[in-house]
């Protein structure tokens, strides 16, 4: 009865080779968010979509992509990896509440990211 | 500003009792959350406390919220080694992307 799912688990990919990671969740919530957690560090929001209203974070750099082709599939396009994008990425859904912002947000077990 | 702090490290007997704290600065804070992470897998929402409660029991998890001085808590009784990891406070000011993160508290059970 998993909720919300990441694949692969683990992907290691090369040097300036494109990446996609995927994520995809059973609560038909509404929003979906892409978080990159550093060792040692706390996630860091990246962007969010809101239905299919995409909104990047102001210090997301310009490499990293998302699609959202339905509501339960969302995808992190990193286009050219580089050494410093090494890191668990975290995808998180949550349910928008009417007038009040969102419900508590649901993590997928994340994906670890190799950069060689 | 939005900020959350923890301090880095815990470490209790199996059998104690942890207490993890957390403080933020953003008295709009509307949702006070509870995450675990153990190693290497994603962020488990443990418990939530909303901004107008003071307290909320789970089992073997007590939030104690001070709004006056920002505080927040959990503390965990009869800490067992499966409660090894580290421990994110987090709060949310009622947006749908406002969801800020401390640094994370590890927690070390010692049997």
């Known amino acids: 009865d998993a909720m919300v799912i990441q694949n692969p688990r683990y992907q290691v990919t090369q040097f300036g080779k494109p990446v996609t990671l995927s994520c995809s969740q059973t609560?038909?919530?509404?929003?979906m968010y892409w978080y990159q957690q550093k060792s040692s560090q706390a996630p860091k929001l990246l962007f969010h979509?809101?239905?299919?209203?995409?909104?990047n974070e102001a210090d997301t750099p310009d490499n990293f992509q998302s699609r959202r082709p339905n509501t339960s599939f969302c995808f992190l396009d990193i286009r050219s990896p580089g050494l410093g994008d090494a890191a668990m990425y975290l995808c998180?859904?949550?349910?928008?509440?009417?007038?009040?912002?969102?419900?508590?947000?649901?993590f997928g077990p994340g994906t670890r990211l190799t950069v060689l | 500003g939005e900020d959350v702090e923890q301090s880095l490290f815990l470490s209790v007997r199996e059998g104690d009792s942890s207490v993890i704290n957390c403080t933020y600065t953003d008295s709009s804070s509307t949702y006070l959350y509870w995450y675990k992470q153990e190693p290497g897998a994603g962020l488990q929402l443990l418990t939530y406390i909303f901004s107008n409660m003071d307290m909320k029991q789970d089992q073997r998890l007590t939030v104690l919220l001070n709004k006056k001085d920002k505080h927040l808590s959990l503390r965990i009784a009869d800490t067992q080694t499966g409660d090894s990891a580290i421990y994110f406070c987090?709060?949310?000011?009622?947006?749908?992307?406002?969801?800020?993160f401390g640094i994370g508290t590890k927690l070390q059970v010692i049997p």
């Open positions: 609560l038909n919530h509404n929003v």
């Open positions: 979509y809101y239905d299919k209203d995409f909104n």
């Open positions: 987090a709060e949310n000011l009622g947006g749908y992307q406002k969801v800020t």
């Open positions: 998180a859904t949550s349910r928008a509440l009417s007038g009040r912002g969102t419900d508590t947000q649901y």
